[in-house]
């Protein structure tokens, strides 16, 4: 489920924790108890989150792999192309020699594959997203540390401010805090 | 102590040094020194631009002389970064999170080095991007068949990978450093810089997939790039260089003088900013017997090279291989074998692979032998090649050598930026190494 | 210092240098300019009453393009050529076809004529006391002066030419001795063979030009007789060296040469036997062998097992040939020598047969050979009072000891007329500027005796004036030197005047004007030879510089910069040694010697050379020159100084001391030892080159492209290749090749297109010498194609490999991929800041090539185009002979062999197809369309 809009207020709860394995109990706890509209915050990756989260993505290398076969196609294609759009005779090879022609396809597979992977990485993210009311919240600056905060966001079906608040508190964080909209309702 | 108060050291550790840099007055006088040698190349590119490439020593038949050896040089030095971080990512080698992000920075900065020197050496550099395919009113496009195209193609696809690999790779760092920053510009900088990283669980998802595929196709890209290279010599008809050993022999020397300067920086980060619990005597260790073992793997290659030669038995390539024992250049080889294998053989011993001084010397000795080995596989070859009556000799200039000091300005001057304002390790991934494993030199 | 000098200024006019032109550069430079105003535009115009070669070839009809028949005058003979001009200026000269001389080839020192032309260094303008003055002045002096030598009958008046054939300037000297009987004619002929004169006064009391006919004979022994080498009469001697060795490779007869001489030559190269011996133990050889011939027995006595074997081999050839023989002795040996040798060949019947004589084409001056002593002579009696020197430089270019430099300061009045401000012009009250043949009306005579009319291929662009004219001036006549030339010609041909006026322009050869042959009979006895002295000390031989000559061609950029055809040397002359002395003296290439004969001596750095005598050191004339400004200022030293006027060509009693540095010599090709390699390969009468066709086998990667007609292709036969450089200047004036100057060719930098390796093979004392030109070789899959990355190096659909300069941006992997290192790069600005007369000298099918690019030979595709356009106007294909590469046009034994190879008659597929026919460097499998004809190797030794 997609994040709410930042104009939304409140915005979401976030529960504060500090270590990596309470944020993982907090997260399957959180669904358990039916929540879907949820993130993790971790100062890096924690193996068992994806499949807390419930998250079987895998658009990443399928943009990979588009990405390559894009890539290789347009390496021989380009190849092809040029030696057909102005034919020169050189060194005695035949026009359309495939064996020197591999090199450069290879590469440009390489540069497209490794292109496609990033850049759908960061789309898929949101990123770049300078702006973000989560970092409004106290302590979330040691989220890139050694703090681990779990949110559950307004547009949550079950989201309902002190019931959800009170849930969070049952997890027993370091604290639960309001995550309060950062910009005016048009 | 309990994980989380070595996750707040590390952080601190690490982040500390963009924040408060431990110790400005030698940075200004290293960062001086390498304004001093940027200068040099200034100076002589522009004597070069405004001559010609008469300035230097190069004539017929040597054609190539020091710009394409130091090209092939740097280049190799640029394959170690890339190779550690992401050949040991992808075989989930932990250590490597102390050791991969100067790693990766260090190769960003030779590579460009690297692309450099052909551009210089051109007879007119001011046409260089002849090189790529764009359309012209003339339809006239690169000449694909020709090893240098595949040059160009391989150091830009390897420039551009590795850049955004690092990238990635350092944007959880620099949101971890915008979140200590205290003034305003640092937080606006290392803020635009991390994207607005947040560590979302969805994020890092998304992350390690798209990490761990760039590091897998990383691991071939680094083995076709310097192959190509190779292939710019190999490719030619000339004695001593068509050998079909050149591609791997290539490789191995890459990654060899790649690993030494790896070591050589760690060695001297490691003191420079006291980062002794982070790049642990067990990462040297580990290092120094990559170094022994890529080192035995290039050994190979010479050996294969005279075999080669005996075993084709041609009139010329026999030829070039007894004046690389005892011709012109023949310094050049045994150069190379004494100062890339000799020293070498002392990281059979435990003992000497606990000593970062050591240590240091060793890489040290293997850079200049690998130099000598790039010279001296370029020089034996062009400056007699078939016939007796174009044999010529080949005398660098002194531009050349100012420009060679230039190069490592415009390799130094970067890279010490990036010591002085960039998290020199990858915090979080140690991080998360110690999480898994409990201890950082394992980490 | 001024060795400095010169190198600045070359590197900063020839190769654009940091710090720009200097000063005199730019001087230089502007004068040029200013003087142009006739060359630049459509003003360039030939003179209207020249007339165009009659037999223009196809397609060169338009574009401003006209051929002359005209001449070079080298020596005194006419050099016969045809001299292109587009749109009105002479841009490249050629063998003229028609003339039997030359058959349309020509030497280098011909090709290089044309730069003579416009050197910008010429004198550009009369100079008293150095000081630029006007004609007039000049004009109202000389008529006081002829006033005064009127009363005076010419009383103290000396006139110093150089060697003259003009039948103009005889008639004017002729009638100026008339009119001043007192006055004296006096000829400079530093090179000349004035010890064959001597022997011919001395054979049949009178002076006889010898014309030996090399293609009649069957076996050729020379004694130091460099008759391939180069020289007025190279030309034809190579023409029909070449058509006897052609006789030997049909198996038409036989052909055989025997050389002795103590230095390597292009002679010794061909010969078929070549012995190494000093020329003292010429002199015994000589002598031996006239006696073997008279008594039948060789007297062998004290004569190496080597020298006994040559001796005999020689004498039975000669024997076996009897008329057909022909016995040489090189023009500076002594004559007594000479003498001998005449009469060895009218002992064999060759008189007539393969020796032939005729009237002498150059006219003596009245003292002969003693020409020179006796004005020197008469200075010193003070008997004389105006000395006018004429196209000539005796104040460098004369033995040391005669010191005119000295002298001529005791002469009242001194005039030089000459092209440049030498070192005779630099003492001289006037200095009066000269025209160059090639753009003056005049005569001359070629070899052979027959009569060349040079008319003009441009009117002349500097403010100067023709030798004729000037003489007439001094004799009160007003006239233009086409006047005089008509006015001798219409006195000596009368009525037939207009006729043989037009056919003599059309032709470049006045017809029937050959020089009389004559069949004299050796009178008296042989004078008794003085026996070889033991020799005390080292030996010192003398002799012309292969490049520059007697240094008359020292400020020609072309002739300095082409490597001399055994050393490779350039920009300068060394001391030639042999390994033998170098080991014994522990003396190493480049070391320099002081060498001393007498109290003259002088220094400059030795060069070991294989096959030279260890008793003898060799030195060449030419460099050393001392004027201001000139372009070989400071090059080399001046080997004048050693030579005697009584005793000018070999020395004895010669000291050689080590001066302890070292000096660079600007040599093209270091490396000469053929270290086991079959580069240049020899075989045996009539059987072939061993795999030859190798490279055909070869297996490739890729399928074979198809043979397109036209494809064209190029044979090279070293069985006749002389190694003379005619191709080489050639190639480097059809193709507007830069000059870059002796610092870059120290470096490795030379340009030539087209260069000739020298090889030699074998025991170093006495090894085997080769020569073996080295175009593009034009490879099927070629690597340098391969190599490029921006498709500058391209295949061509007729199988040409072509460099597009505008496409290179300077990768230089073609080059380095190149097996035969044929590419050449513009490392500087070469042609940038060229002086105007030099741009306008360029061929304009050509495209001048930039910094940073490579060039190379194309084959002449320009030539190619020409016939293309011409074929397809016609709507015909290109035929046979059509199209004619500069490098084999000038080939004077036509080694040199172009054309299509889709074409089985062509004469080029004939080449490929014979059994001598091999590929250099096959084992590279680059299938190069220039292929070689191996050597034959001495019949005589396939007795053995």
Redesign the interface.
């Known amino acids: 489920m997609r994040e709410p809009s930042a104009d939304r207020q409140p915005f979401g709860l976030m529960a504060e924790f500090c270590a990596p394995e309470q944020l993982v109990h907090a997260v399957r706890r959180s669904r358990e108890a039916g929540y879907r509209s949820l993130d993790a915050y971790s100062p890096y990756p924690l193996e068992e989150m994806p499949q807390a989260l419930g998250m079987n993505g895998n658009a990443v290398p399928w943009l990979c792999l588009a990405g390559g076969v894009l890539g290789a196609a347009t390496g021989y294609g380009l190849q092809l192309f040029t030696n057909d759009a102005y034919p020169i005779a050189t060194g005695g090879r035949p026009l359309f020699a495939w064996q020197p022609f591999m090199l450069i396809t290879f590469e440009l597979m390489v540069l497209f594959a490794v292109g496609f992977t990033i850049a759908g990485m960061l789309v898929l993210n949101h990123l770049p997203r300078l702006h973000h009311p989560v970092f409004a919240v106290t302590d979330f600056h040691r989220a890139s540390a050694d703090r681990f905060f779990l949110a559950i966001f307004c547009n949550d079906p079950r989201f309902e401010i002190t019931q959800t608040a009170a849930f969070l508190q049952s997890l027993e964080p370091l604290r639960v805090e309001a995550i309060q909209s950062t910009e005016e309702p048009e | 102590m309990?994980?989380?108060?070595s996750?707040?050291r590390i952080?601190?550790e690490i982040t500390r040094i963009p924040l408060h840099y431990p110790h400005m007055r030698n940075w200004w006088l290293l960062f001086g020194f390498s304004l001093v040698l940027l200068g040099c190349f200034f100076v002589a590119a522009g004597?070069l631009f405004?001559?010609?490439?008469?300035m230097w020593?190069?004539?017929?038949?040597?054609?190539?002389g020091l710009a394409i050896s130091n090209y092939v040089w740097f280049l190799g030095i640029g394959h170690a970064g890339t190779l550690i971080s992401a050949l040991l990512l992808i075989t989930n080698a932990r250590w490597r999170n102390s050791l991969n992000r100067f790693a990766e920075a260090m190769t960003l900065f030779a590579v460009v080095c690297a692309g450099l020197y052909?551009i210089l050496?051109?007879?007119?550099?001011w046409?260089?991007y002849?090189?790529a395919?764009y359309p012209n009113t003339m339809?006239?496009?690169?000449?694909?068949?020709?090893?240098?195209?595949?040059d160009?193609?391989?150091v830009?696809?390897y420039l551009?990978?590795s850049l955004?690999?690092w990238y990635?790779g350092i944007v959880?760092d620099l949101?971890?450093v915008?979140?200590?920053a205290k003034t305003r510009r640092a937080q606006v900088l290392y803020?635009?810089a991390a994207?607005?990283?947040?560590?979302?669980?969805?994020?890092?998802?998304?992350?390690?997939?798209?990490y761990r595929?760039?590091a897998a196709?990383?691991v071939?890209?680094v083995v076709?790039v310097h192959s190509?290279i190779s292939?710019?010599f190999a490719?030619?008809?000339?004695p001593g260089w068509t050998s079909t050993v050149f591609p791997p022999y290539f490789v191995m020397g890459a990654a060899f003088s790649g690993f030494a300067v790896v070591l050589m920086i760690a060695v001297t980060l490691r003191h420079a900013l006291s980062l002794r619990d982070i790049v642990t005597e067990r990462h040297l260790d580990l290092l120094a017997r990559f170094l022994l073992t890529t080192g035995l793997m290039t050994a190979y290659g010479y050996v294969y090279e005279v075999f080669d030669a005996l075993y084709g038995g041609?009139?010329?390539d026999l030829?070039t291989l007894h004046d690389r024992f005892t011709g012109l250049y023949a310094y050049s080889y045994w150069g190379a074998v004494i100062f890339n294998f000799v020293p070498l053989q002392l990281l059979w011993f435990r003992g000497i692979r606990a000593r970062p001084a050591v240590l240091f010397l060793i890489a040290t000795s293997v850079v200049v032998g690998m130099w000598y080995e790039r010279y001296m596989l370029l020089m034996t070859a062009?400056y007699r090649?078939?016939?007796?009556?174009?044999?010529?000799?080949y005398h660098a200039s002194l531009w050349e050598w100012l420009l060679f000091a230039g190069m490592i300005g415009v390799f130094l001057a970067p890279f010490l930026l990036f010591v002085r304002f960039l998290p020199v390790i990858s915090a979080?991934?140690v991080?998360?190494a110690l999480?898994?494993t409990g201890d950082l030199s394992h980490a | 210092m001024t060795a400095d000098r010169q190198r600045e200024r070359w590197e900063r006019a020839a190769a654009g240098r940091p710090g720009g032109v200097d000063r005199r550069t730019v001087l230089k430079a502007m004068a040029a300019s200013l003087a142009l105003a006739g060359l630049s535009g459509c003003g360039a115009q030939a003179d209207e009453k020249a007339l165009p070669y009659v037999r223009e070839p196809e397609g060169f009809t338009d574009g401003g393009i006209r051929w002359y028949a005209t001449a070079a005058v080298f020596q005194g003979y006419a050099q016969p050529v045809l001299g292109k001009t587009v749109s009105g200026r002479p841009i490249k000269l050629e063998g003229n076809p028609d003339h039997p001389v030359c058959g349309g080839a020509t030497d280098a020192f011909t090709q290089a004529a044309l730069l003579g032309l416009y050197d910008p260094a010429r004198s550009q303008a009369p100079r008293r006391e150095g000081r630029p003055v006007a004609w007039s002045l000049f004009e109202r002096f000389a008529d006081d002066l002829a006033v005064r030598l009127d009363q005076e009958k010419g009383r103290g008046l000396r006139l110093l030419t150089g060697p003259l054939s003009s039948t103009t300037m005889l008639a004017q000297i002729a009638a100026m001795m008339r009119r001043w009987p007192q006055a004296r004619w006096h000829v400079s002929d530093p090179a000349g063979p004035a010890e064959w004169r001597r022997a011919s006064r001395q054979l049949f009391g009178r002076v006889l030009d010898r014309q030996p006919a090399f293609d009649k004979a069957e076996v050729v022994v020379s004694f130091d007789g460099d008759f391939l080498g180069p020289g007025p009469r190279q030309t034809p001697n190579a023409r029909k060296f070449a058509e006897a060795r052609r006789r030997r490779q049909a198996g038409k007869g036989r052909f055989r040469l025997l050389a002795a001489e103590p230095v390597p030559s292009a002679t010794g190269v061909a010969a078929d036997g070549r012995l190494v011996a000093s020329p003292g133990r010429i002199g015994r050889l000589l002598t031996a062998l006239a006696e073997g011939l008279e008594s039948g027995t060789l007297p062998v006595a004290g004569l190496s097992r080597r020298q006994s074997d040559w001796l005999c081999d020689a004498l039975t050839a000669l024997k076996a040939a009897g008329p057909r023989g022909l016995v040489i002795a090189g023009d500076y040996l002594p004559a007594d020598l000479q003498a001998l040798a005449m009469r060895v060949n009218h002992r064999l019947g060759s008189f007539g047969e393969t020796m032939r004589f005729s009237e002498p084409v150059l006219t003596a001056p009245p003292d002969g050979e003693e020409s020179l002593s006796v004005l020197v002579r008469d200075i010193d009696a003070g008997a004389v009072s105006t000395l006018m020197v004429v196209g000539a430089n005796p104040v460098y270019a004369a033995p040391g000891d005669l010191d005119l430099a000295r002298r001529l300061k005791t002469v009242a009045t001194t005039i030089h007329a000459g092209t440049h401000r030498d070192e005779t012009a630099a003492l001289c009250q006037w200095h009066l500027p000269l025209q160059h043949d090639l753009e003056s009306w005049g005569d001359a005579r070629a070899v052979e005796g027959s009569v060349s009319i040079l008319q003009p291929l441009v009117r002349p662009f500097y403010d100067v004036r023709a030798a004729a004219v000037l003489l007439a001036g001094l004799m009160g006549r007003n006239v233009s030197d086409r006047t005089l030339v008509e006015e001798t010609w219409r006195e000596r041909w009368g009525a037939d005047f207009p006729g043989r006026w037009q056919q003599a322009l059309l032709e470049g050869r006045a017809a029937d004007t050959a020089a009389p042959a004559v069949l004299p009979t050796p009178v008296g006895a042989a004078p008794a030879i003085v026996p070889e002295t033991a020799a005390e000390g080292l030996t010192l031989v003398i002799r012309p510089d292969a490049g520059v000559w007697d240094g008359c061609l020292s400020d020609n950029a072309w002739a300095q910069e082409t490597p001399r055809p055994l050393s490779k040397v350039t920009w300068g002359n060394v001391i030639g040694i042999g390994p033998g002395l170098a080991l014994e003296r522990g003396l190493e290439t480049g070391d320099v010697v002081t060498v001393s004969v007498g109290r003259a001596s002088l220094a400059g750095p030795v060069r070991i050379t294989p096959g030279h005598d260890d008793g003898v050191v060799s030195v060449t004339l030419g460099y050393g020159r001392r004027h201001e400004g000139g372009l070989a200022e400071g090059l080399g030293h001046d080997a004048y100084a050693l030579q005697e006027s009584t005793d000018r060509w070999q020395r004895g009693g010669l000291r050689l001391e080590p001066a302890g540095r070292r000096e660079a010599i600007a040599t093209t090709q270091p490396h000469q030892a053929m270290d086991g390699f079959d580069f240049v390969r020899t075989v045996l009468p009539g059987s072939a080159a061993p795999d030859g066709k190798h490279a055909e086998e070869n297996a490739s990667f890729y399928p074979k492209a198809p043979v397109q007609d036209p494809s064209w292709g190029m044979v090279i036969d070293l069985d006749l290749c002389i190694g003379c450089n005619a191709c080489v200047t050639a190639c480097q004036a059809e193709n507007n090749v830069p000059v870059v100057g002796k610092d870059l060719i120290v470096e490795g930098r030379e340009m030539h297109w087209l260069r000739i390796d020298h090889y030699h093979d074998g025991d170093i004392a006495d090894p085997k010498h080769h020569f073996q030109p080295v175009p593009c070789m034009h490879c099927e899959d070629a690597p340098c194609e391969m190599g490029c990355p921006v498709n500058a190096a391209v295949h061509s659909a007729d199988g040409l490999n072509l460099q597009v300069y505008n496409r290179c941006i300077g990768t230089r992997t073609c080059s380095s991929y190149c097996p035969y290192k044929v590419r050449r790069f513009n490392w500087f600005d070469f042609t940038g800041n060229d002086p105007e007369t030099i741009r306008a000298m360029r061929n304009p099918d050509v495209t001048v090539r930039s910094r940073g690019v490579m060039e190379k030979c194309t084959y002449c595709v320009q030539r190619i185009a020409e016939a293309r356009i011409a074929a397809d106007r016609q709507g015909r294909d290109i035929q046979e002979g059509e199209v004619v590469a500069a490098c084999q046009q000038a080939c004077p034994t036509t080694a040199i062999v172009f054309g299509n190879i889709a074409d089985n008659a062509s004469a080029v597929s004939k080449g490929k197809a014979d059994p001598r026919n091999y590929t250099l460097l096959a084992e590279a499998n680059t299938r190069p369309r220039t292929t070689y004809l191996a050597r034959i190797s001495d019949p005589g030794e396939e007795k053995g």
């Open positions: 309990s994980e989380t108060a996750d707040t952080t601190a004597a405004l001559n010609g490439v008469g020593g190069n004539n017929i038949p040597v054609n190539w052909p050496h051109l007879g007119r550099p046409l260089f002849w090189m395919p339809t006239l496009y690169p000449q694909f068949k020709s090893p240098l195209s595949w160009f193609f391989a830009l696809t551009t990978v955004l690999f990635i959880p949101a971890s915008r979140d200590r803020g635009l994207l607005g990283w947040r560590g979302s669980a969805r994020h890092w998802a998304r992350w390690q997939q798209a595929l760039t196709i990383a071939p890209l076709s190509e292939l710019l490719a030619g008809p000339i041609q009139k010329q030829a062009l090649d078939y016939l007796v009556s174009s044999w010529g000799e979080f991934e991080k998360e999480r898994e």
